[in-house]
């Protein structure tokens, strides 16, 4: 017999859902709202959508390996050379080259509970221990007790910024203090899968990458604002020696032509990210007012999606179950470690009247 890990044997394998397309004919629903994926609802980049048709019929040839063009439009846009980007199919697959890239022996990954789950699961998978301190009160990072915790085999802290699900953010102050007290030899991977809709709610949140530290490694992605988490597009910026040893456990040929194309169209389409962004700045606004009314108890994002605090996990659940059955689809935190929360992503105009209106008579 074939013998499997013990980590590998311990983790247990992604479960979708029932698609929405059969739970809207089981539950007769005449009208919804999915916002249970943090995912853009406006639609696509309209820019990228053009790229890919246009590079349809390059679909016979590899990929460029380098994905040349992408990484120089990224790096003119954060004001570096091509040398401090690196691509991959979503920022989820850089983070997984990262284990390959940095880790070894009995290096371990500092972070927080309550965060990205798939930290927690490739981490796992690549068989490095995650240490897992609490989050702070209101949900936060706690800075002090993840620098506490370094030991020696700290490798790498991970930090999402927002985070994902709490919605919650270091500020550019707290950045700087970090990066002053946390040791060279510790990778800070700062992942800011929200940047965009981020930098818009507050000047106080941080660019990582903006202080050029050789021990940071940033990470984004085309899969929210951008609106194309289908196509599979995600990036790490950082010091060249850091992003050359991501290449090079990276897949030879990722992303693919389309994905490639799509960045590009994508990365040129300021429009559609201002539209999106703008949307979710009134979306947040217009969640809070309508949660406040509801007597819950939400934590202010900087992302595209709120967490509500129902207290316990039953109560959690049942408001999960209780929405869906009149057509709001979110997501119970469960798998995230944190039972009695339920998070709600901004959707487009007509999803968040529909979410407001059926809160208000929940
Ligand atoms: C914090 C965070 N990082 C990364 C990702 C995944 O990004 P990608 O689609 O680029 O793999 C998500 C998606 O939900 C996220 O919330």
Request: include cysteine; proline fraction near 5%.
């Amino acid at each position: 017999m074939i013998s499997i890990p013990q980590n590998i044997q311990e983790l247990v394998s992604y479960k979708p859902g029932k698609p929405v397309a059969q739970l809207v004919e089981e539950l007769q629903l005449k009208e919804w709202a999915v916002l249970w994926n943090n995912e853009n609802n406006l639609g696509p980049s309209p820019k990228a959508l053009q790229q890919i048709e246009a590079a349809l019929s390059n679909s016979h040839l590899y990929p460029d390996p380098s994905a040349t063009q992408l990484c120089e439009l990224i790096a003119a846009q954060n004001n570096c050379s091509a040398d401090c980007v690196t691509v991959d199919n979503g920022s989820e697959s850089v983070f997984d080259c990262m284990f390959r890239a940095f880790f070894e022996g009995d290096d371990e990954l500092l972070t927080c509970d309550g965060t990205f789950v798939a930290v927690y699961i490739w981490a796992k998978a690549n068989g490095v221990p995650c240490k897992r301190i609490p989050l702070a009160r209101g949900y936060q990072f706690d800075l002090d007790r993840l620098v506490e915790s370094i030991t020696p085999q700290t490798k790498a802290i991970y930090i999402a910024n927002p985070n994902n699900p709490t919605g919650a953010i270091i500020t550019k102050a707290q950045f700087e203090q970090l990066v002053e007290v946390v040791p060279d030899h510790v990778l800070i991977i700062m992942d800011e899968a929200y940047y965009e809709y981020a930098k818009v709610i507050s000047d106080e949140y941080p660019d990582s990458f903006t202080l050029r530290k050789p021990n940071v490694i940033t990470l984004r992605t085309f899969s929210k604002a951008y609106g194309i988490a289908g196509i599979r597009v995600g990036y790490a910026l950082g010091d060249p020696r850091l992003i050359e040893a991501i290449r090079k456990v990276r897949m030879t040929f990722a992303p693919s032509n389309l994905a490639q194309a799509a960045g590009i169209g994508a990365i040129m389409d300021a429009e559609h990210v201002n539209k999106t962004v703008t949307l979710n700045k009134t979306a947040l606004q217009q969640f809070y007012v309508a949660l406040h009314d509801a007597e819950l108890n939400y934590i202010p994002s900087y992302g595209n999606f709120v967490m509500v605090d129902l207290k316990t996990e039953d109560a959690a659940k049942a408001f999960t179950d209780d929405m869906m059955q009149k057509g709001i689809f979110i997501r119970h935190l469960r798998a995230f470690g944190l039972p009695h929360c339920v998070r709600i992503s901004t959707g487009t105009e007509a999803e968040n009247d529909l979410f407001a209106k059926v809160l208000a008579i929940t």
